[in-house]
């Protein structure tokens, strides 16, 4: 199951990912709140399939794009060696109330148990790196 699948007002998403998050993806930052809400953001060097006006040209002017999410997060939540956490494939299972993303390395792991995620915004920025 692709994750675009579980976002709630992705009509944008969709738009840019018709096929949905193909390549791996990076969660960049993790945020929780009181009653549950939570936030996170997926960083993807996936190139979109559509050209957004106002971020300029894809390889020139950016080269990664945020996807910042708001949710709901469950009590179950696991990060180890965070420190360490890069690019990599997300996976997600599907219960009857809620959904399990999770995503790990040779040294590291992440898993948020979620009821809910809501598309936020989405922001772009150059990954010199490559």
Known sequence: MDILELINTNVF????????????????????????RMSVNIHTKQKPAIEVAKWGNWGVDYNVIVIKLNGLCRDSA????????????????????????SQQGSNWSIELECDALIFNECSIYTDEAE
């Open 13 to 36: 998403l969709k738009r840019l990912f018709p096929n949905g998050l193909t390549e791996p993806v990076y969660i960049g930052q993790i945020g929780f709140d009181i009653e549950g």
């Open 78 to 101: 696991s990060l180890k060696n965070w420190k360490n956490a890069r690019y990599g494939k997300l996976t997600i299972v599907k219960n009857i109330e809620s959904f399990i993303i």
